[in-house]
Nanobody
Framework: QVQLAESGGGLVQAGDSLRLSCAAS????????MAWFRQTPGKEREFVAR????????YYADSVKGRFTISRDNAKNTVHLQMNSLKPEDTAVYYC?????????????????WGQGTQVTVSS
């Protein structure tokens, strides 16, 4: 079991930055690839970014590429999502997720563990 807890969400204006954090506990954190997803009411959970267990590989959705950066600190069992140049369409609940596979995945159903989410609201 891996327990995940997100933090750092809030209300910001368009163009602002925000940094989300996800703290992991339980099984060896470094053995898992980590990802961020987001979801708005009535829509499916959308892939945002993924980072390999070592941190050596990252992958981003086209909608956030160049604005968001995913990183991890295996010594502190944390993963971060730095979000810059935020847009109103980035408004969503953001979730972190853990995956034991080494194959990069962008579908929510492929992930093994989830946090409870943190709300990000970007006003125009």
């Amino acid at each position: 079991q891996v327990q995940l807890a997100e933090s750092g969400g809030g209300l910001v204006q368009a163009g602002d930055s925000l940094r989300l954090s996800c703290a992991a506990s339980g099984r060896t954190f470094s053995g898992y690839a980590m990802a961020w997803f987001r979801q708005t009411p009535g829509k499916e959970r959308e892939f945002v970014a993924r980072i390999s267990w070592s941190g050596g590989s990252t992958y981003y959705a086209d909608s956030v590429k160049g604005r968001f950066t995913i990183s991890r600190d295996n010594a502190k069992n944390t993963v971060h999502l730095q979000m810059n140049s935020l847009k109103p369409e980035d408004t969503a609940v953001y979730y972190c997720a853990a995956d034991r596979s080494v194959v990069a995945k962008t579908t929510a159903g492929a992930y093994d563990y989830w946090g409870q989410g943190t709300q990000v609201t970007v006003s125009s």
